[in-house]
């Protein structure tokens, strides 16, 4: 289990998930870190690469941020399950660990997730489902 004192928290899409399976793109999303409580301020991870796959806005999967900075799955047979590995799509730590979970290494067991998101408002215009990306003409 992952000690209540390395809390991961994430922020990216303001709004939250929408669900329709799309690889949503913010240039200022970004992964932070608590890894001694509250009581020092948390590390920011700043994504890079581009604005591209910040986010895997994936209706039948869990958070899931670049293809593999953060996935918390949510399978049915293992709900707690996380991994992470980061460099590509988010940077990775000031000492160079590429994981989230530091010494724990790239995959854990959550004792608990809580996720935070905006809603939108009836008629409210959603960004970027006007697009088609995979139309075929």
Do not use: C
């Not at 922020?11 to 240039?27: H, L």
């Not at 999967?61 to 949510?74: K, N, Q, R, T, Y």
């Not at 939108?120 to 990306?133: C, N, R, S, V």
């Amino acid at each position: 289990m992952v000690s209540s004192t390395l809390l991961s928290s994430i922020t990216d899409n303001p709004k939250g998930w929408v669900g329709y399976g799309e690889a949503r793109g913010s240039i200022a999303a970004f992964l932070f870190v608590y890894k001694r409580g509250y009581d020092e301020l948390p590390t920011k991870l700043r994504k890079v690469g581009g604005a591209s796959l910040a986010q895997q806005d994936l209706p039948e999967s869990g958070p899931s941020f670049g293809a593999d900075s953060l996935v918390i799955p949510l399978a049915r047979n293992n709900p707690k399950y996380a991994r992470s590995k980061l460099g590509s799509y988010y940077e990775r730590f000031p000492d160079g660990t590429n994981t989230l979970f530091g010494k724990r290494g790239g995959s854990v067991q959550l004792k608990d997730l809580k996720v935070y998101h905006g809603v939108y408002e009836e008629g409210e215009y959603i960004p970027f489902t006007d697009a088609e990306p995979f139309a075929l003409y």
